[in-house]
Nanobody, 120 residues
Framework: VQLQESGPGLVKPSQTLSLTCTVS??????????WSWIRQPPGKGLEWMGA???????AYSPSLKSRTSISRDTFKNQFTLQVTSVTPEDTAVYYC?????????????RGQGTQVTVSS
């Protein structure tokens, strides 16, 4: 299974960040898997943001729930992250992952990551 993140590397404050993860070698509707977004701000640890299950159910980190949305396109085998009202604190390397449960510790595949900088 391979995952590849894509999206703009620079986003202005107050705008919406949108990233897409394209999955190959396995279907995102494959039973019992969760497809997550995690991020790592500079100098900090990994932060789980949210996930979408193989059935399409979503779960979000409580600290980001009000600004985060995850959706999917099963025909393209992609899932997408949107974060609204971004600030410089949203600057991070963003990763998409596959796991057997939502979170950071249960992932078996991860994309290479994409740098997103929030700056005017």
């Amino acid at each position: 299974v391979q995952l590849q993140e894509s999206g703009p590397g620079l986003v202005k404050p107050s705008q919406t960040l949108s990233l897409t993860c394209t999955v190959s070698g396995g279907s995102i509707t494959m039973s019992s898997y969760y497809w997550s977004w995690i991020r790592q701000p500079p100098g900090k640890g990994l932060e789980w943001m949210g996930a979408i299950s193989s059935s399409g159910a979503t779960a979000y980190s409580p600290s980001l729930k009000s600004r985060t949305s995850i959706s999917r396109d099963t025909f393209k085998n992609q899932f997408t992250l949107q974060v609204t009202s971004v600030t410089p604190e949203d600057t991070a390397v963003y990763y998409c992952t596959r796991g057997v449960a939502p979170g950071i510790s249960h992932n078996d595949y991860r994309g290479q990551g994409t740098q997103v900088t929030v700056s005017s």
